[in-house]
């Protein structure tokens, strides 16, 4: 199992840009599946952005062209870049993991109802 820890979450006024990262510890996998999801009040989980071990990446087409993941296999890291945030992008951010190989459109999918590891969350809120 691998324990994953996010940070960087805040207030932002709209237009703003915050980077979120992602610390894994733990297990090591050596194919994987990792996304960034959000939950705002009264909402489900949805996929944000998505990552495979094989490098293929997927965005939701609501942060398309404004965030950005990444990672850093050596040391163990998971980033979103957002910038120009907006209102609706305000909710807990969190940032999962899977030892299977899925696609990045089935993670954004499907990721929130079938990864295995979470992290905590990070609040992102964005004023207008």
């Known amino acids: 199992q691998v324990q994953l820890v996010e940070s960087g979450g805040g207030s932002v006024q709209s237009g703003g840009s915050l980077r979120l990262s992602c610390a894994a510890s733990g297990d090591t996998y050596s194919s994987y599946s990792m996304g960034w999801f959000r939950q705002a009040p009264g909402k489900e989980r949805e996929g944000v952005a998505a990552i495979n071990s094989d490098g293929s990446i997927s965005y939701a087409d609501s942060v398309k062209g404004r965030f950005t993941i990444s990672q850093d296999n050596a040391k163990n890291m998971l980033y979103l870049q957002m910038n120009s945030l907006k209102p609706e992008d305000t909710a807990m951010y969190y940032c999962?993991?899977?030892?299977?190989?899925?696609?990045?459109?089935?993670?954004?999918?499907?990721?929130?109802?079938?990864?295995?590891?979470w992290g905590q969350g990070t609040q992102v809120t964005v004023s207008s």
């Open positions: 999962a993991a899977d030892p299977r190989v899925y696609s990045p459109r089935t993670i954004l999918r499907i990721g929130a109802t079938l990864f295995l590891d």
